[in-house]
């Protein structure tokens, strides 16, 4: 169970990017805050352990997705990943990813939505982007910062497909006779493998676990 010990006014504000979070159920949420904001930290009534409750909820979200979503690094500085979040926290992860990589710009897609942040404080006004599809969006921030960025990195250590690192990892570390699903998901949890587009590892859960087959070699994985 994930529980945040935060003030009010933050579980107020994390409570709002909630998929049942409304302009009605946010405006009680204030009003709240501003009368008995003790009820919130404290969840002594219904309605400040409602606020609690999708506090916590979108920010354990943030913190799984920003944790575990593969990102795809361009010399420019960039780094991409795609999720698909339960609630409305695209921008909460991209931001969150932002501190984390500090020295890079940091785009997020989801299915419907993306954002793009960065954490760097040596750029000049940061604007905002905009594209008809991924690979402009992914353009136009990869010529901003050649453009703003004077750090880089060479070309040459970037694979054009990373998950083949992936690939040979799991075929290398995998051994049948030590399949514990147990510890997979204590490493890897089952809401991480739905929303945090980690696409081998769940088609590897699915087929070595899930399947049963008889054999559990990643021959079949990766054929």
Not at 169 to 176: A, M
Request: hydrophobic share 35%.
């Amino acid at each position: 169970m994930f529980v945040c010990n935060l003030s009010a006014e933050e579980y107020v504000q994390a409570a709002s990017y909630h998929k049942d979070s409304n302009e009605n159920s946010i405006e009680k949420a204030e009003l709240l805050l501003k009368s008995k904001s003790f009820e919130i930290t404290t969840g002594c009534s219904d309605l400040g352990k409602l606020i609690k409750k999708r506090g916590n909820a979108v920010l354990r979200e943030v913190h799984l997705l920003s944790a575990y979503m593969r990102l795809k690094p361009y010399s420019e500085m960039v780094l991409v990943g795609e999720c698909n979040p339960e609630h409305d926290t695209c921008y909460l992860i991209t931001k969150s990813l932002a501190r984390r990589f500090d020295k890079f710009i940091v785009i997020v897609f989801t299915e419907s939505i993306f954002s793009v942040a960065t954490n760097r404080r040596d750029l000049p006004t940061f604007p905002q982007f905009s594209g008809s599809s991924k690979d402009e969006v992914i353009i136009n921030v990869r010529e901003y910062a050649k453009e703003t960025i004077r750090d880089s990195f060479s070309e040459d250590i970037f694979l054009e497909d990373g998950d083949f690192l992936w690939e040979n990892y799991y075929e290398t570390q995998f051994l049948e006779q030590r399949l514990n699903v147990k510890l997979f998901h204590k490493f890897i949890p089952k809401y991480t493998l739905k929303k945090a587009n980690m696409k081998l590892e769940k088609e590897f859960y699915e087929k070595v676990v899930e399947q049963r087959k008889e054999k559990h070699t990643l021959d079949f994985f990766f054929d």
